[in-house]
């Protein structure tokens, strides 16, 4: 983790794993910390089963408590 901190507005990224394709534009991901099935768009239809993406997005917000030193 970056030195002070996640703050809302900063760069995130988190490693999903494909789990199937949905639709011809979607696919299923696991994601180790979330614990459920999650699905994103994937216009591209070159991900595979198995394969880890990175997901990026800037933080909304910030929970302290669960935030790990």
């Known amino acids: ?3 002070g901190g996640i703050k809302v507005g900063d760069e995130v990224a988190i490693d999903a794993t ?3 394709r949905v639709t ?4 299923s991901v696991s994601i180790p910390s ?3 099935p999650h699905s ?3 216009r591209t239809s070159k991900v595979k089963k198995g394969q ?3 997901l ?4 909304g917000a910030v929970d302290v ?3 790990a030193d």
């Open 1 to 3: 983790m970056a030195r």
């Open 18 to 20: 494909v789990r199937r």
């Open 24 to 27: 011809e534009d979607r696919v």
């Open 34 to 36: 979330y614990g459920f």
């Open 40 to 42: 994103i768009v994937d």
């Open 52 to 54: 880890t993406v990175e």
């Open 56 to 59: 990026h997005r800037d933080a």
């Open 65 to 67: 408590d669960d935030v």
